[in-house]
């Protein structure tokens, strides 16, 4: 087992990049069923392993906001946006969105 190591990440052994794999890939098939819920669990799995790729965070929001839960896609698009990389604007044009479509978003 070699540990991983990206930037100033966490040290991350082979076995825990396995296992975030393999949640991705569940993801991914949950995500393509339209199970949004479960594509969600799965992807956050993913993003707690692998915390320096905001893609998966993003993932986690883009899936509350297919279930039309604004709160919380909000609150994972913030964990995405504060995630250094992210300088693609999906983050900010689906917070933006779920703002609008939030009913308790003043």
């Given at each position: 087992?070699?540990?991983?190591?990206?930037?100033?990440?966490?040290?991350?052994?082979?076995?825990?990049?396995?296992?975030?794999?393999?949640?991705?890939?569940?993801?991914?098939?949950?995500?393509?069923?339209?199970?949004?819920?479960?594509?969600a669990k799965e992807y956050l799995v993913t993003a707690n392993i692998d915390v320096t790729n905001f893609v998966h965070m993003?993932?986690?929001?883009?899936?509350?906001?297919?279930?039309?839960?604004?709160?919380?896609?909000?609150?994972?698009?913030?964990?995405?946006?504060?995630?250094?990389?992210?300088?693609?604007?999906?983050?900010?044009?689906?917070?933006?969105?779920?703002?609008?479509?939030?009913?308790?978003?003043?």
């Open positions: 087992n070699n540990p991983v190591r990206s930037n100033n990440a966490p040290v991350v052994s082979q076995e825990m990049v396995q296992i975030a794999q393999k949640n991705l890939e569940q993801a991914t098939l949950h995500f393509n069923q339209k199970q949004y819920a479960l594509a993003e993932n986690v929001a883009i899936c509350y906001y297919s279930l039309s839960d604004f709160n919380q896609a909000i609150k994972y698009f913030n964990r995405a946006i504060a995630l250094s990389g992210n300088t693609a604007a999906k983050s900010y044009y689906y917070k933006g969105w779920s703002q609008t479509n939030s009913i308790s978003y003043i």
